[in-house]
């Protein structure tokens, strides 16, 4: 006889051989026992939870001849025909192929006849959200009041494809993934029915890969028993391809310790074994996902699937939290970028390197360096730091100078970004005292000579220095910028250029986020001539886009977007470039002096005699009439 795969073999033949449903089984034996059958129910879950199984069951109930009973007896001839599919009462229909309305038209017009040889007739529809929409329309009227022999059992893997109409008219069972320890249990005992030698560690690995699905796990049961008289752990991971437990912690702790060499011979090895570069990624993502949970919630039974407690207690230590998250996102990254290249081990070399240097873009990755550069910090590392600024040894000329001239006290000076330098002390230094430290100190020749002139300018009496104090600060002249790279001619006048650029690059980045593709791609040519007093003129070679820029709609929108990045109201200015030059050249262009007119009185000097000339150019003056 020819061999029949293992979950061939060991389908359900009652509700109490089908593994885990508890809820499901519960609620049709409840209704098989009170006589409350429906006529339509929908099987909803995931593949190879026991949805088809439990609608083969659900008819054996319905049609066994001790029933309808909860509890088939499996033997009468009712029993074994819908058990072999060989029964004329009970039809399994697959949705895939007979998805057109003509062959619900074509069961629709069956369902008149009387069973043959059951009390109902049952049609199981699997996969059912195949089905077109002019099918489903046909069947509606059918599903809701068929014949009082006739009973739809309908299953499916995506419940959300069927319409809201046809959910209306049946009773709703979802069928969930088995745990782990279910299929566990279960796979040890096919493995001892069938005469499989195998390891608990190595059942418990496949009900892990099988996710939840019990005719996968089954399968893969099977295809190991083929491959070794015993079954073990490294024969379920030859089987799959996965990386063995041994090598990914080697691989994990070498992460953690940022040994780039080490981690890259590993992933060496992996590969040479056969591995896929794919398949040693997703198990890191799923191994420090274990680890995350398990700095998080210590006592989440779920993460103990990837590992012993112990074991990740240890290569825990090696990590921080944000660091984790950073190497999730890094992880999933690369895995994206594998969908299309060819060199997926370039990727995954890059990858390990990034994780091994806690380098990246994300958020957590920046939070996870500043986190390692604190700790480092608090254990009296110094990381970077930069030189401290020594007073420069005195001459023997400045000895002798500071010995015969009053001393001054010492002070700390303070460059930063506003000042040249900043007293320490809340008292005022004396103007003599501001030349001796304007001169000790690390500042430009510049700020010393101002300093100084200051200095001297406040001594020279208390009438000038009480007129400079009641003085204005003078207003800074506009400083002009070139733009960068300028080619076309454009002068740029006044204002801070770089700030407008640096103003305009953050709007066009922010119009890009929020998805306004139509503002940005009008915008994103633009280029930013001036920056004044809040008024940004932005020039565009197009003079369509000025345009387009310049209406209300948009300029409105680039208004707020800056108002946002500046905290302050700035005006949006745009205008074609060939504008922007004729207005540039017309400011530029000097104006012409005029020349001086004689006066209508004053006589022409060149008809004087020669001696007046002379005379004339000696001494100046002129001659008018009289």
Known sequence: MAYVALYRQWRP??????????????????????????????????????????????????????????EPCGECENCRHIAEGTSMDVFEIDAASNRGIDEIKALRDQLAFTPVDCRYKVYIIDEVHMLTTEAFNAL????????????????????????????SRCQRFDFRRVTVEEITEHLAFVAKGSGLDAETEALRLIAIQAQGGMRDALSLLDQCGVMAEKITVSTVSEVLGIVEREALRALVESIGKQDVAAALEKLNLLLEEGKEVRQVLT?????????????????????????????????????????????????????????????????AELCLLDLCRREGSALASLTARVESLEQQLSQGITVNAAPKYTKPAASAAQKTTASSSPAVPQRQLYMGPEEAFSDSFEDEPSADELAQLAAASPVTKTQAENVAHQAQAVNTSPKIAAEI?????????????????????????????????????????????????????????????????????????????SERMNREDFKSYFEDVLLRLARRPIRLQCAAESDVKKTSAAAAKPKATPKPQPAADTLDTSQLPENLQKAMRVFGGTITKL
């Open 469 to 545: 104090t009641k003085q204005p600060p003078a207003a800074p002249k506009p400083v002009v910028q070139a733009a960068p790279g300028n080619s076309s001619g454009i002068e740029e006048f006044g204002g801070d250029y770089a700030a407008g650029e640096d103003f305009w690059r953050q709007a066009l980045e922010l119009v890009r986020a929020e998805k306004k593709m139509s503002m940005y791609s009008c915008a994103k040519d633009g280029r930013v001539y001036s920056f004044a007093n809040d008024i940004l003129v932005i020039a565009f070679k197009i003079a369509f886009k």
């Open 13 to 70: 033949q009652n509700f109490a051989t089908l593994v885990g449903q508890q809820p499901v089984k519960q609620a049709l034996t409840n209704a098989l026992n009170s006589g409350r059958i429906a006529h339509a129910y929908l099987f909803a879950g995931p593949r190879g939870t026991g949805k088809t199984s439990t609608a083969r069951i659900l008819a054996k109930a319905l049609n066994c001849v001790h029933g309808p009973t909860a």
């Open 283 to 347: 198990e890191l993502v799923e191994y420090f996902r274990a680890l995350l949970l398990f700095k998080a919630v210590p006592d989440y039974s779920e993460i103990y699937l990837t590992d012993t407690a112990e074991t990740l207690q240890k290569l825990a230590a090696l990590y921080s939290k944000d660091r984790l998250m950073a190497s999730e996102e890094r992880l999933h990254s690369a895995l994206q970028e594998m969908r299309g290249t060819m060199r997926q081990r370039i990727t």
């Open 140 to 167: 509606l009227k059918t599903l809701e009041e068929p014949p009082a022999h006739v009973i739809f059992i309908l299953a499916t893997t995506d419940p959300h494809k069927i319409p809201a109409t046809i959910h």
